[in-house]
């Protein structure tokens, strides 16, 4: 039988996206069994920008609870992921999993394409701020062949579901799950589906999911855009994975040949201003 993980973004017990993970599992229609983590009862410590996972060992040299996470997630055979917007963003445990993929890295080809659906929930209605960014962020960036994503609001909790169009929505995705991805509405970046878009002047734009560079054309039913590829493309096929694990990989050698020169820019700062710490 398939193991669905839900992944819950917010602390709240039985809160709105605790109940939306397990309404989408409930509406999911192939057989499986849902196992359940909630994010923050897990101690992830902020990336220190070692790069030490990358190499030797090919794991985080911190000792917290990143590994059982990853395990969970690895053994998984699809996600379902909610989590609320705090301050007009997701909120930050959410963030602080996505900046600790580097130790993901040695994982890309069993990460990849595991199924997904994510779901943010907004207390108030219009101020989600980037909260579905954030979710399709956290999906993307773990490699998962994101099916579908939907917004949705409701305060208090368990209010989600005071409005029956939001379970309409979990049944939705809940399909979408091990079916083939629903088509996505509304202007979209082609190269991954993100509708969060930069202007960068005149008809240039940068979508925010892929963060791939384009333009925007005016159309009579909304704008369109086509949308360059890169080359540290991090998600949008399985090659371009590893060919990001290979250039993050060759940072090493850069910095060997860039060390005395890198050495000496940053000794010019080591001295200056007065540090606070928290027994200040
Ligand atoms: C610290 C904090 C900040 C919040 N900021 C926002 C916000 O910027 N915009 C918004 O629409 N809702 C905001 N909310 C409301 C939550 O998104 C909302 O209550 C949501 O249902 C919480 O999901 P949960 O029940 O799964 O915890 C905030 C809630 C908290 C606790």
Not at 36 to 47: A, G, V
Request: glycine fraction near 10%; proline fraction near 5%; include cysteine.
């Amino acid at each position: 039988m398939k193991t669905v993980l839900g992944v819950i973004g917010s602390p709240r017990r039985l809160g709105n996206s605790e109940i939306m993970v397990k309404e989408i599992s409930r509406q999911v229609p192939e057989e499986h069994r849902l196992c359940l983590l909630r994010l923050s009862d897990f101690t992830i410590r902020p990336c220190r920008g070692c790069y030490a996972c990358l190499f030797n060992e090919e794991r985080c040299i911190q000792k917290d609870d990143l590994e059982p996470l990853q395990k969970a997630i690895l053994e998984a055979d699809a996600l379902i992921m909610a989590a609320p917007t705090y301050f007009l963003g997701i909120n930050a445990v959410v963030k602080q999993v996505v900046d600790r993929g580097l130790a993901f890295y040695p994982h890309i080809e069993r990460l990849w394409g595991k199924p997904s659906v994510g779901v943010c929930i907004a207390g108030i209605p219009g101020k989600e701020g980037h909260g579905l960014l954030g979710v399709e962020n956290f999906l993307r960036m773990l490699l998962t062949d994101n099916k579908a994503n939907q917004l949705v609001y409701g305060a208090l909790p368990g209010e989600v579901f005071l409005n029956e169009a939001n379970l309409s929505t979990a049944a939705e995705l809940g399909k979408a799950l091990f079916s083939p991805a629903p088509e996505r509405t509304g202007p979209r970046c082609p190269r991954c589906g993100g509708d969060t878009f930069r202007f960068l002047g005149g008809s240039r734009v940068r979508c925010m999911l892929c963060s791939n560079e384009g333009q925007i054309r005016p159309g009579s039913g909304g704008p369109s855009f086509s949308i360059g590829k890169s080359e540290h493309d991090m998600f949008l096929s399985l090659e371009d994975a590893v060919g990001h694990r290979a250039w993050l990989r060759g940072m090493k050698d850069r910095f060997l040949e860039n060390k005395a020169a890198l050495k000496e820019i940053t000794t010019g700062y080591r001295k200056q201003g007065e540090w606070i710490n928290s027994k200040s």
